[in-house]
């Protein structure tokens, strides 16, 4: 199975690559990106000063991780001095430099990182959502180096199809798309405070719970601007989720926050799963999965929800939920013609598959 990518230049043997966080933050951790199979790596967000970070800073939930780490610890010294050199040294797949976040920051940036960089992602998190702003930013960039660069798009950004359009026309090569989501909360009731927040009480949420704001984003884009390249992240944690974000149009991916949640042996695991999943998809290759094209057929009537009684246990789990009070529990259940919206979610939600809509 053909995992490659390539795009703008960089060719990468699978499409998966750490996002800038915790986890690619110094050499070592690099080089265990380098090691887990990663097609490209990409390091922790690197600005003028190091950041004064609030502990503890990392929350995990179930579906989620809240936030409030900032950029790079250290100070772009000890990556240009360092972290960068030594593992330029041992790399096998391109390097991707995270810098941060605005012109003049860019101004300074740049010039000291582009030996080492096959290319560089900038993020836009806190330089606020005026277009004017960003293109200046993007002209900066491109003035002080030929690599190829991508824009990170924070979700408070209300217009990716501007966005898009303004960083493609002064220089960018594309998007990757999306930052974590914020500003946002954790409150500790026994103790009446804020937990885990900045000195607003803010923190920002990542991981699986933004997957599809991401997947809309990514395929907004792709489809206003389709000549740019764009890098999916947000809310990736297993090899099905990697497809998804192909056929929402992009090229390659990135993952952090499930590997807080689940394991950094979670990157290797992808990386291995894939070839089967593309398999039972009746995918051949990753580049396959890129030039497929999603299909939306939207419909205003469908036929009404059909039981396979053989599979229904009679958990009523479908009665529960139905928000049109239209499922009975009979000898069977039971759709009642009359109240069904046929809006799909007993389908979805049936644990046994006993309900099917054509």
Same mark, same amino acid.
């Not at 503890?56 to 990556?79: F, H, Q, R, T």
């Not at 974590?180 to 026994?190: A, E």
């Not at 926050?257 to 979670?266: D, F, I, R």
């Given at each position: 199975m053909n995992l490659k990518t390539e795009f703008d230049g960089l060719k990468l043997k699978n499409p998966l690559m750490p996002a800038a966080g915790p986890l690619v933050g110094d050499t070592e951790k690099l080089i265990f990106m380098k090691d887990a199979g990663c097609g490209a790596v990409?390091?922790?967000?690197?600005?003028?000063?190091?950041?004064?970070?609030?502990? @503890? #800073?990392?929350?995990?939930?179930?579906?989620?991780? /809240?936030?409030?780490?900032?950029?790079?610890? =250290? @100070?772009?010294?000890?990556?240009?001095?360092? $972290?960068?050199?030594? $593992?330029?040294?041992?790399?096998?797949?391109?390097? !991707?430099?995270?810098?941060?976040?605005? &012109?003049?920051?860019?101004?300074? *940036? %740049? @010039?000291?990182l582009d030996p080492f960089a096959d290319a560089f992602e900038v993020s836009t998190h806190y330089v606020g959502t005026d277009l004017s702003v960003i293109r200046e930013t993007v002209k900066t960039i491109r003035k002080h180096t030929k690599k190829p660069f991508y824009m990170k798009i924070s979700p408070h950004i209300s217009n990716p199809a501007g966005f898009a359009?303004?960083?493609?026309?002064?220089?960018?090569?594309?998007?990757?798309? %999306?930052?974590?989501?914020?500003?946002? /909360? &954790?409150?500790?009731?026994? +103790?009446?405070? !804020?937990l885990y927040g900045n000195e607003s009480g803010f923190v920002w949420t990542s991981g699986p719970v933004i997957k599809n704001l991401a997947l809309a984003t990514v395929y907004s884009i792709k489809k206003a601007e389709p000549s740019l390249t764009v890098i999916g992240v947000g809310g990736i944690e297993t090899a099905d989720d990697v497809i998804e974000f192909l056929l929402a149009g992009a090229s390659g991916v990135q993952m952090l926050?499930?590997?807080?949640?689940?394991?950094?042996?979670?990157y290797e695991k992808i990386i291995t799963d *894939?070839?089967?999943?593309?398999? $039972? =998809?009746?995918? +051949?290759?990753?580049?396959?999965?890129?030039?497929?094209?999603?299909?939306?057929?939207?419909? =205003?009537?469908?036929?009404?929800?059909?039981? %396979?009684?053989?599979?229904?246990?009679?958990?009523?789990? #479908?009665?529960?939920?139905?928000p049109y009070f239209a499922i009975e529990m009979k000898e069977i259940i039971t759709f009642n013609e009359e109240k069904c919206f046929e809006c799909g979610l007993c389908v979805v939600k049936c644990p046994t598959h006993a309900i099917v809509m054509e």
């Open positions: 990409v390091t922790k967000t690197i600005s003028t000063h190091d950041a004064h970070i609030p502990k @503890p #800073c990392i929350y995990a939930g179930k579906d989620y991780v /809240m936030n409030s780490e900032l950029w790079s610890e =250290y @100070p772009k010294e000890k990556w240009i001095e360092e $972290f960068l050199p030594e $593992f330029v040294s041992v790399k096998d797949s391109p390097l !991707i430099i995270s810098v941060g976040y605005t &012109k003049e920051d860019m101004e300074i *940036l %740049i @010039p000291l359009k303004i960083i493609k026309e002064n220089g960018a090569n594309g998007i990757v798309a %999306i930052n974590s989501l914020g500003p946002t /909360m &954790k409150i500790d009731i026994t +103790s009446r405070s !804020i926050s499930a590997a807080l949640l689940k394991g950094k042996q979670l *894939l070839p089967k999943r593309l398999a $039972f =998809y009746g995918f +051949s290759s990753v580049e396959e999965v890129i030039e497929t094209s999603l299909s939306n057929h939207v419909l =205003y009537k469908r036929s009404l929800p059909q039981l %396979i009684e053989e599979k229904c246990v009679k958990c009523d789990l #479908c009665v529960k939920i139905c």
